[in-house]
């Protein structure tokens, strides 16, 4: 009961009574189902989804985030139900239960494909309430702490996907208290030696160092002071990840990483931020360049703050955060600050930042929407989580945020989709630059348009935000979807008319249904399937009118001469795919064997048509690619195959006894023989024979070149 009453007390210093009582007959629900459940470590389950409500009640989230927080594993472990939620604890709570159970039945992979489809749910839950990954997020933050209890794989596993996924996400909405300590506790599992030697150095500059800090620190509350300004002056140190990340990413020792201590300054509001960075200016050395103004230019996840970073007394470097305590509470608590100002009655002083957020969802809404494919989505969703900013202008003034690397097209995209289509070059500070041209902080930019312009597939190689990456993708795609129709409807109407069938006389709902029987969804999509190879123009005749390919057998065994002895059956060897039950036939003009890579053509009268792919004839079947099928061998051949061989030998007796007692020894027959004079000392033998397969082809070749008469020996093409 300690816990609960922990959570009703956090709850009480500012909740109305109504919104306790609504958490407490959650506890009291949630600890009769979770009664006898236990958790890795041995404690009662119910401490965890208490433990879970009072992350967040440091965040101050209202009563129906708590309640569903202390709900949130009900439906998925326990005999209770959703309508039983929705009925003792009204729509809100049930429906923040709901989405937080379906995020809850998503498993993370390494694997890409299951990653994105994944991240596709949690965009989904978030568009519709932050609450919903607000209390996943703690969910994670509180299984983090307790994941000591796990074996290894699975701590590195929930380690890894933490830093991947649920830390860039808390970033993203500004919930940095969360994404700093989802980020050390990754890190703790994915790298325990890192983290124990680096935890260890940490501590002991702590001891080295804390004079200094101390005697900065009074040094500017001092000064403050002496000014008239009201200010927090707090020492603090860098999280363990991010010290590790900047040590990585910059290739620095520990003791080469110099601001591992900051200060952080709060004031009352804006303008004493200004005048206390002038004081800090005035007291330490500025370093260039390491000046940055969130304020009048916030990141994309609505943080404001001013950082500059100075030499101190001591030789060595140090940052400074100067920020309204308001815009604190937003850096800490993230879009989690809006629900604080929500229960006090009052407007949110971050509202703006709950706008963003949910600009940011639509913007991902609508390239999932575009995206190809999970692995192209997780791509662009990528580039928006890890954001490292540029700041540019648009010929009107504005500002617009944007990654570092980002290009006039970019920023095109950036403005609108249409802007970023037409786009044919830039102005960059009054001068015309190219269209690969990287965009720097402050840059001027106006984009030149033309109606007539499409985007050119070469952009993808430069472009590096997700928007314009997605919408250039969308079009190219549309624009060959359009071509792969049509090219489809052409190759099917050829085969038809191969059957006698006009194409104007098959009625709209008999392509339907082909289309539903190859599981696409009309018959648009069938032709596109057609255009792009992926159904086979001869499976949908076949399945138009069955029979047909069976027909064109029938015609071929009733011709006579060299037209019927061009017909070499495959006896169910070869597969024609998409054509299942289709007889398949062997080439007489290349002798097609087992472990041959090998196509499939269409022939009037002989049906499907198996040749080698380096038959010489397949030059003349290029102008008909709607005969074309895929074909492979079966996993298991059966019989003997014709194969045409061609040896030069010394014009010696007993010659050909030789190799034909090899052939015999070796398991082969010899189907036809023909011997060819070529000037008295060499003569040309051509075998046909029958052997197995490619191995067994390979091994009597190998025993008739070490015949001392065989010069050469080779396989014909056709």
Known sequence: MLRINELIEAAQAYLPAEDVDLIHRAYLLAAAVHEGQQRASGEPYITHPIEVARILAGFHMDGACLAAAVLHDVVEDTPATFDQIQRQFGEEVAMLVDGVTKLGQVHFETHEEAQAENFRKMLLAMSQDLRVIIIKLADRLHNMRTLDYLSENKRRRVGRETLEIFAPIASRLGL??????????SFKHLYPVRYRVLSEQVRKERGNRAHITDRIEAAIARDLEEAGLDADVIGREKHLYSIYRKMRSKGLSFEEVQDIYAFRILVEDVPTCYQVMGRVHNLFKPIPGRFKDYIAIPKANGYQSLHTVVVNPFGGVMEFQIRSREMHEV?????????????????????????????WLQQLLQIQQEAGDSAEFLEHVKVDLFPDEVYVFTHKGEILRLPRGATPVDFAYAVHTEIGHQCVGARINGRITSLRTPLRNGDRVEILTDPDHQPNSSWLHFVVTGKARSAIRHFLQTQQREKSVALGRGMLERTM?????????????ALREAAEHFHLQSREALFEAIGRGTVLAPAVVQHLFPGYLDR?????????????????????????????????????????????????FISVGRGVMVHRKDCPNL????????KWVDVDWAPETKGAFPVAIQAVVQNTKGVLAGMASAIAE???????VLVEDRDGVYKTIALTLEVEGRDHLAQIMRIMRGLGAVERIVRKKG
């Open 619 to 626: 030059h003349e079947l290029a102008h008909h690619p709607e």
């Open 666 to 672: 070796d398991g082969a027959n010899i189907d036809n």
């Open 331 to 359: 850096a800490e608590a993230g879009v989690a600050a809006h629900w604080k100002y929500k229960e006090k009655g009052v407007t949110s002083p971050d509202r703006r930042k709950l706008e963003q957020s949910y600009a």
């Open 176 to 185: 940095n208290r969360i994404k700093n300590e989802l980020e050390d506790l």
């Open 497 to 509: 008319e191969g059957v006698g069938v006009p194409f104007a006389e098959v009625p709209d709902s």
């Open 552 to 600: 064109d057998l029938r015609v071929a065994g009733a011709l006579g001469g060299e037209e019927a002895e061009a017909v070499d059956r495959g006896n169910g060897n070869v597969l024609v795919r998409g054509m299942e039950g289709i007889v398949a036939n062997l080439a007489r003009c290349c002798y097609p064997i087992p472990r041959d890579e090998i196509v499939g």
